[in-house]
């Protein structure tokens, strides 16, 4: 069936190193929308990318789609706590059904 | 801002009792979600509910679940009777249309004993 598949599933990070998750889809998508879910929290949607090749930042949060609309990145530069949570993808088919990555957790080390 | 509301917060049930879950979507969203994540794993789909009717469903959302949108406010998910494996923080989203962002609710957390 259709998969999302999102990798790492954790990544411990010394603050100010930084943290990248992708995914990948099996099919095209018409867009992918990426939410972070703080610990205890609910996802909160951060950003859509829509175009081919799009990049679109939000500080220290740069957000890529692939060329062939199959793949996105999220890329944090020098984490900081407040960055702490799960990271997920989700990519939308054609048809608006939304197909959820399984998360990446950010964890930052003591 | 507008919110997504969900109530009860937490509810603990035995085994085999109905639960009814209570969402009140944002007011001009046309397009309304359950999901379901069970503790430290993935968000999973459950249903999708437009123009008073299931739009989607995933292979979780079984005869022992219905959705309804009983008034213009609320959407309700019932689990007919609870599982020890529905144990789960069950969260609803609103989107105001099929290609829009979700904004989900704070979640309700379902134990089952």
């Known amino acids: 069936g259709q998969q999302v598949m999102q990798i790492p599933q954790y990544q411990h990070v010394q603050e100010g190193e930084d943290f990248t998750t992708y995914c990948n889809s099996s099919t095209t998508l018409s867009n992918i929308q990426w939410y972070k879910q703080r610990p205890g929290g609910h996802p909160v949607f951060l950003i859509q990318?829509?175009?081919s090749g799009e990049v679109k930042k939000q500080k220290r949060l740069t957000f890529q789609f692939g060329e062939a609309k199959k793949n996105s990145s999220l890329h944090i530069t020098a984490t900081q706590t407040t960055d702490v949570g799960t990271y997920f993808c989700?990519?939308?088919?054609?048809?608006?059904?939304?197909?959820w990555g399984a998360g990446t957790k950010l964890i930052i080390k003591p | 801002e507008p919110e997504v509301t969900q109530t009860p917060s937490h509810q603990v049930t035995q085994m085999g009792q109905e639960v009814i879950l209570r969402c009140v979507p944002i007011s001009n969203h046309l397009y309304f979600y359950w999901y379901r994540q069970i503790l430290g794993q993935k968000v999973e789909f459950l249903v999708s509910f437009y123009n008073n009717e299931i739009s989607e469903k995933s292979e979780i959302f079984d005869d022992q679940f219905s959705v309804e949108r009983p008034d213009g406010s609320n959407f309700t998910l019932k689990i007919r009777s609870t599982k020890l494996e529905d144990s789960a923080m069950y969260f609803c989203a609103s989107g105001l249309s099929g290609a829009n962002v979700l904004t989900f609710g704070a979640g309700s957390r379902l134990t089952v004993l």
């Open positions: 990318l829509v175009k």
């Open positions: 989700a990519g939308r088919r054609s048809n608006y059904q939304l197909i």
